[in-house]
């Protein structure tokens, strides 16, 4: 069954704040899960191309003034995992903030 956010006991302010969750199982002990999220294309404002040593939170830092805005990089950059980005000599879209 879905819930929405402050229904089922989550707190704090993120980016899934208004996606639903679910039980992923029967009982208290499930795990309270979170609705799939789908990330809206951007329209790039920069590209960077990675280097060693790179990192998603230092370049949210450098880019957006806010390490913890990590995820909008990763949400423009199609990969399957957000250590993928940083494969140096990627060109990664920084997105417009707006």
């Known amino acids: 069954m879905a819930t929405r956010r402050g229904e089922g006991g989550l707190r704090g302010s993120s980016r899934h704040e208004s996606l639903g969750t679910y039980r992923s199982g029967k009982g208290p002990e499930a795990p309270e899960l979170f609705q799939p999220r789908f990330a809206p294309r951007t329209e790039p404002a920069l590209s960077h191309r990675v280097v060693a040593g790179d990192r998603l939170d230092l370049l949210a830092a450098r880019y957006f003034g806010d390490?913890?805005?990590?995820?909008?990089?990763?949400?423009?950059?199609?990969?399957?995992s957000p250590d993928d980005l940083l494969e140096p000599g990627r060109v990664l879209v920084i997105p417009r903030v707006s």
């Open 67 to 80: 390490p913890l805005q990590y995820w909008r990089i990763a949400d423009a950059n199609p990969a399957p």
